[in-house]
């Protein structure tokens, strides 16, 4: 479990059990617990958890007990857990007002969303909250294939992808968006790569997070992998799809690998490093014809992360 690097104790603090690597020097603040969708078939994160949303009371009292240890100390602070917007505008609201009080240095504020709740909530309730210091949103993409979008059951589809993405930056967020490479299996690289760089096209976000799909016990693509009715796409697969979608993005985003389940360690600035990442791509992929040691490391990494 993250905990972030204050030392707040757990039996006194709730504290969400995950959240972005570049949140690891946050403030970790929980509003919900679990996931109200808790359907997509890769993921594991909050199985078994029913979904709650915290007393805006229990919120409040946990922020004033981290006031009293790091009020100098908070830069930034990460809201949990994974789809802190269904919580009502009003109470976040509240919620951001007191932390902004608290912390009196605090530089940003961020939290997970789903698209489809963003699709849906009114773009004044999101200017709302943007005005009271929510500044980022890291959303899962995972794909802009529509088939792989309704095969994973992630509940939202292309459209509502860029809808959502439109309005978040028509709030003025700092949008985030997560990629899962190899989603498609070795069977629809190809799909995967080109429905998601249309549908980034399109949302242009100021960042995109690529993760490498490692199937997690607990969860139905693990099961189908299991049986045999998943292939997870190989290491070549996974470069080559990666190349194809970097090839074919038209954005100005960051795009970042920050994420230990990832081949390489892309990270650049679209379109300027574009053919420098694309040719690390093409060296890595010469590599692994003949280097039987990066092959085995590669594999490896399949059961080395998590999501
Ligand atoms: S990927 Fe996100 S939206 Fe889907 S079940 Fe997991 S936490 Fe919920």
């Given at each position: 479990?993250?905990l ?61 007990m ?6 100098d ?15 009502k ?6 919620i951001?007002k007191?932390?902004?009080?608290s ?47 309704k ?22 967020f700092?949008?985030?968006?997560y ?27 100021h960042?995109i ?40 993005l ?37 590599g692994?014809q003949?280097d039987?040691a ?5 594999e490896?990494?399949?059961?080395l992360?998590?999501?």
């Amino acid at each position: 479990m993250t905990l972030g690097r204050f030392g707040l104790r757990k039996r006194d603090y709730d504290f969400p059990p995950f959240r972005p690597p570049s949140e690891a020097n946050s403030l970790l603040l929980r509003v919900t617990r679990g996931c109200p969708w808790n359907r997509c078939t890769f993921c594991s994160m909050y199985k078994g958890m029913k979904f709650e949303r915290r007393e805006p009371e229990e919120v409040l009292e946990d922020i004033s007990m981290a006031r009293e240890l790091y009020s100098d100390q908070v830069r930034t602070v990460f809201i949990g857990d994974s789809n802190s917007l269904v919580y009502k505008t009003d109470e976040l609201v509240k919620i951001l007002k007191h932390l902004y009080s608290s912390f009196p240095h605090i530089e940003r504020v961020t939290s997970y969303a789903r698209a489809k709740t963003l699709a849906k909530k009114p773009v004044e309730e999101l200017e709302k909250l943007f005005k009271a210091g929510l500044n980022r949103l890291h959303v899962g993409l995972e794909t802009g294939d529509r088939e792989l979008l309704k095969e994973i059951d992630k509940g939202a589809t292309p459209e509502e992808m860029v809808e959502a993405g439109r309005k978040a930056k028509q709030a003025s967020f700092e949008y985030s968006l997560y990629v899962l490479l190899g989603i498609g299996g070795e069977e629809k690289w190809e799909q995967h790569a080109k429905g998601t760089a249309e549908v980034l096209n399109q949302i242009d976000p100021h960042f995109i997070r690529v993760r490498t799909f490692v199937p997690q016990p607990n969860s139905q693509l693990y099961d189908a992998m299991e049986e045999g009715r998943f292939q997870p796409a190989s290491p070549e697969t996974i470069l080559k799809e990666t190349r194809l979608l970097l090839k074919d993005l038209q954005v100005t985003s960051q795009f970042l690998s920050d994420h230990i389940s990832n081949l390489v360690p892309l990270h650049g600035k679209l379109p300027e490093e574009k053919e420098k990442m694309i040719q690390l791509i093409d060296e890595v992929l010469k590599g692994l014809q003949d280097d039987v040691a990066l092959r085995e490391e590669m594999e490896a990494r399949r059961h080395l992360s998590h999501l």
